[in-house]
DNA sequence: TACCTTTACGGGCACGTGCCCGTAATCCAT
DNA sequence: ATGGATTACGGGCACGTGCCCGTAAAGGTA
């Protein structure tokens, strides 16, 4: 019954330090017009109540709205990939939008390196407090990472890293462990005389990725001295005349190919051509969830597709943005994702 | 430069229908003192706005502190599965408490039915505003489940559902599905003339996740015209010695069994047999990612885990029950988790 | 001393909602 | 008609923080 008298927060510091609520906030916010003296006492006295700011107040009395970008590639005719990390910033958005934090998407082509640029310098040219990036060109975002570093704007990777340029925060896979786990399914109820192929299809020669990813897939063999020979082949063009067209070539030089791994989300146009071809005794591997490719999953063209939550990592990009900028949390700066396994079986529960 | 004169929210409602904020108020919160005709003005003025309640403000506002109640099996000796969903509702917890959550967790012995219905007890006497319960009891359930209703208590369960409680939303594995999963990864590269065994090790009689399983396993050996013989062994000993007995037998019984399907986080202890007896040749397959477990999978004792990311199903699961009390937004009633597969390759980015 | 500038700080409103308390208006029974 | 109960509604403070504005005190210059 009795009156409780306890005061909270910035108005319980500013009582015990004989100061206005306006002293301590301009300490909190390290603002100036504080003498050094009460803001040694102010700080001392925020030090020992482990003072935690109420978000809630803060945002609400704020008027002031946090605006982060984000900048992917664009959903393309050979790929809708990239709608999954799109809807996890959605997702994110709708969170934190109450929260007074706006969502700006910018898009890009991926066959077309000043896209990026561009939409870069447009983002720069915006004014946002952070910026979330999938850095599929390497030297121009070494250029955007500097300036954002001057700027003092935090920034975020998924899906690919660029470990030097000092992001926030990753979030995406372990490429080479990936390639890893690609051998080992692969290899799993493989023959030994058999070949195995590994298939990269791509326009770009920024093959980072690539490389990761099938240095990878060469040590599982390494590391359990399984003894199939590795074919390689590198397709420069994405349509289906071209792949089918080096895929009977190889295909005819090695009679004896038992499972092929593809690199990326274009193992669906694989599968096609291993059904055209009547070939589909051979075990296929691959990336991504996506519809084609699930299609193949479900008549078992394609064994397994292995995935690395991409709605996810546009979820926890954004959030690792707010996190910062809102909350002042720290973040982890690497955040390696699950290396997920997609089956026939399985894939109807699978939240990419 | 000119004065902005919108109003927003509960202001600009009262403004439009010519009452004061109170009556407005009043409405959203359906409470009584409002009469018929200014009532439904007001609502067809919310209508109109698709007003959104600012949950900031309202947290702030409000002083009245939600809290929420979760009910676990404790980590035993025998497994600590279950130190992962409580881990999810700390997150979650770390998340709402800002918001003025609180959590408490109520835990209880797998092997004491009692203790299961004692705890539930002690819930329904904390007058928590919303629940969480790993129904591991049928009966008991339903009896808690009955009390909720009538208290208007929302309540979820995880990791195994009782599909005609209507829990508030029900977050966990489709088990026949998974059992399905199961079997495909068992057969992958299982010789025809082979024995399959499935083994489940349980004290407990209440076992309808168990039979769900096995009903899924079985059902993919139906529609692949998987001819493998099915050898089935219950076990109601959870130590070392009963399980080795037991296995001892039905090995010395049945000589050509090629593979082995776990039902339960115990795949361990079978593990742990059939390296003292020299027969990791056989493929072994089981549930959940406890440390026992990736042990033998790091060994190649354990083929395959299968898990159901339980870690999440807590955070999802107090998530489900702030998204009802604080945000007043609709769940979703089932909510399937992926059925994950885990190996040695890919075990140490597994985010349980 | 008179006047101006700078420093250091307090007062108090605003954010959008919750909710207590007060009161005019209406209804009902005597 | 009088009094009491009920209904329908408004006023206004509070939540914890951000930040504008005002001002006393200190310092500087002539």
């Known amino acids: 019954m009795e009156k409780e008298n306890e005061l909270f927060g910035v108005k319980e510091i500013a009582r015990r330090a004989n ?3 306006a002293t301590v906030d301009r300490v909190l916010h390290n603002r100036t017009g504080v003498s050094e003296k009460t803001k040694a006492k102010i700080n001392a006295i925020i030090k020992e109540m482990d003072y935690q700011p109420n978000i809630l107040a803060s945002r609400l009395a704020s008027r002031k709205i946090i605006s982060l970008a984000a900048l992917l590639p664009d959903v393309s005719e050979e790929t809708d990939f990239w709608a999954a990390p799109l809807n996890g910033i959605r997702r994110a958005e709708a969170e934190m939008r109450q929260y007074g934090v706006q969502v700006q998407v910018f898009l890009f082509d991926l066959n077309d390196k000043d896209s990026f640029a561009e939409q870069l310098k447009h983002i720069l040219d915006g004014g946002f407090h952070g910026i979330l990036v999938s850095p599929s060109f390497i030297e121009e975002t070494r250029k955007f990472a500097t300036e954002c570093a001057r700027r003092k704007i935090p920034y975020v990777f998924i899906d690919s890293d660029i470990p030097d340029l000092h992001s926030l925060s990753y979030i995406g896979p372990h490429l080479r462990k990936s390639g890893y786990v690609g051998a080992k399914l692969l290899t799993y109820r493989l023959e030994a005389e058999k070949k195995v192929l590994i298939i990269n299809i791509s326009k770009e020669i920024d093959n980072y990725n690539y490389l990761e990813i099938e240095d990878g897939f060469r040590a599982y063999f390494n590391d359990n001295n399984q003894q199939n020979e590795i074919v390689r082949i590198d397709i420069r063009e994405t349509d289906y005349q071209s792949v089918a067209r080096h895929l009977t070539y190889v295909f005819h030089l090695n009679k004896d190919i038992g499972a092929a791994f593809v690199t990326n989300s274009r193992v669906h146009t694989v599968a096609s051509f291993l059904k055209n071809s009547h070939r589909t005794h051979v075990s296929l591997i691959g990336y991504d ?19 690395h939550r991409p709605d996810d990592q546009g979820y926890r990009g954004m959030m690792a943005l707010y996190q910062t900028l809102v909350v002042n949390a720290p973040v982890t700066k690497q955040n390696y994702m699950p290396i997920d396994i997609v089956t026939k079986e399985n894939y109807e529960f699978y939240q990419n």
């Open 289 to 307: 969830f996506v519809k084609e490719n699930v299609g193949y999953l479900e008549s078992n063209v394609i064994d397994f597709l292995i995935c």
């Open 19 to 21: 100061v206005s609520t």
